[in-house]
């Protein structure tokens, strides 16, 4: 059992920064992966950013340049660092992790079998 805990969410004006944090438990091994996504109240939920076992990171084309994902050395804590924020961002994150991900799937919110509860992310115009 994978748990995954998110924080760092908050409130903060366009153009901004805010950097997200994903702490989980359990045991990652092999073919893993680790994402963000986002989402507004009734629409889907979209891939922002992801990390393989390899440290290879994948980035929708929405926040490419604007965000960057990375770990920590003990490998137990997931960032997401979002710079140049935009009101039209959507305003809940999660972080998600799947431990045998294949690459075509990885931004697929389907594919990964692990979400942590979400954390709130608002940026005023």
């Known amino acids: 059992q994978v748990r995954l805990v998110e924080s760092g969410g908050g409130l903060v004006q366009a153009g901004g920064s805010l950097r997200l944090s994903c702490t989980h438990s359990g045991t990652m091994s092999g073919s893993y992966a680790l994402g963000w996504f986002r989402q507004t109240p009734g629409k889907e939920r979209e891939f922002v950013a992801a990390?393989?076992?390899?440290?290879?990171?994948y980035y929708s084309d929405s926040v490419k340049g604007r965000f960057t994902i990375s770990r920590d050395s003990a490998k137990t804590t997931v960032y997401l660092q979002m710079n140049s924020l935009k009101p039209e961002d959507p305003d809940v994150y999660f972080c998600a992790a799947d431990r045998t991900m294949i690459l075509s799937s990885i931004r697929n919110p389907q594919q990964y079998d692990y979400w942590g509860q979400g954390v709130q992310v608002t940026v005023s115009s």
């Open positions: 990390v393989r076992y390899n440290g290879y990171t």
